[in-house]
């Protein structure tokens, strides 16, 4: 939720200025921002909470809105977020199964660097993500859904990224459409 001064408020057009963005509450923050407004980002967990999404399609659809509309459809940062997932997350586990492989094999004996280089990758990954869980308030063992949680983000990624190639986004019952970008019957 914001807290806004009216004065700021309505010197940045207000919810009327951003009505047409899919996502108007970036977009005002933004605008309130360019015309020189301390605007800043606050968990507000002791004053309000709200689940957003209860259903993987919701989830599916509901992110994809938000990366591409807080990226205002140039999907270049979510590629490189992709990328980063893909290559400093899941690129242990392939590293994990090769080191396996060569342990079982007779060659580990000689060489295991496979298998202690993905273990190490394997503790920083788990050790990063449960101190943001902690901050986030949420359970520590749900690292351990890493594989799962990051391969679900990277489909979402890409549902991002394909909307923000065709420039149209269908939320519930508006569609938003790129100014300059053809109209597409898929959402």
Known sequence: ????????????GGHEYVRD????????????????A???L?????????????????????????????TRRRPGRIIAVALF???????????????????????AARNNHWLIASLAHLAVIT???SLAYADARNARRYTLLFPLGGALLLAILAYAVRW??????EWRGTVF???GRPSSSAA
Not at 47 to 68: D, N
Not at 164 to 169: A, F, L, P, S, Y
Request: aromatic share 10%; hydrophobic share 45%.
């Open 1 to 12: 939720f914001f807290l806004i001064r009216r004065s700021t408020y309505d010197a940045a």
């Open 21 to 36: 963005q899919i996502t108007e509450d970036v977009e005002l923050a933004r605008r309130m921002k360019s015309q020189g």
């Open 38 to 40: 301390k605007v800043r």
């Open 42 to 70: 606050q968990l507000g967990a002791k004053f309000a909470s709200t689940r957003m999404h209860a259903t993987l399609s919701q989830m599916f659809r509901g992110w994809a809105r938000i990366y591409s509309g807080t």
């Open 85 to 107: 997932i893909l290559l400093c997350g899941l690129t242990a586990y392939p590293a994990l199964a090769w080191g396996v492989i060569e342990l079982f094999s007779g060659t």
């Open 127 to 129: 050790a990063t993500l």
């Open 164 to 169: 923000c190639i065709t420039g149209r986004i």
């Open 177 to 179: 459409q790129q100014q």
